[in-house]
């Protein structure tokens, strides 16, 4: 089991930055991928980006890609999400995930472990 803690969420204006952060524990941080996904309201849970176990690859969805960066910290076991010229449509609850062994970092059944989510709301 791994639990995850995630922090950095909050109110910022269009055009923006955003850092979030997960804090791992439990399992061996270096062994499993990370991944963030995002909800808004009245919409389905949704890949945002992902890292594999030795952080030398990062997939990101199409929406987000040239805008957000994720890395990972394996000294303090920790996910960041680096989120800059956020958009209104960036709005929604942030969730950190652990990935349970499975290639297919797009998809939220390939991750066993959730965070509690944070709230992320950019104003127009």
């Known amino acids: 089991q791994v639990q995850l803690v995630e922090s950095g969420g909050g109110l910022v204006q269009a055009g923006g930055s955003l850092r979030l952060s997960c804090a791992a524990s439990?399992?061996?941080?270096?062994?499993?991928?990370m991944g963030w996904f995002r909800q808004a309201p009245g919409k389905e849970r949704e890949f945002v980006a992902a890292?594999?176990?030795?952080?030398?690859?990062?997939y990101y969805a199409d929406s987000v890609k040239g805008r957000f960066t994720i890395s990972r910290d394996y000294g303090k076991n920790t996910v960041h999400l680096q989120m800059n010229t956020l958009k209104p449509e960036d709005t929604a609850v942030y969730y950190c995930?652990?990935?349970?062994?499975?290639?297919?970092?797009?998809?939220?059944?390939?991750?066993?472990?959730w965070g509690q989510g944070t709230q992320v709301t950019v104003s127009s």
């Open positions: 439990g399992r061996t941080f270096s062994n499993y991928a």
């Open positions: 995930a652990a990935n349970g062994g499975s290639s297919r970092y797009r998809i939220s059944t390939s991750y066993n472990n």
């Open positions: 890292i594999n176990w030795s952080g030398g690859s990062t």
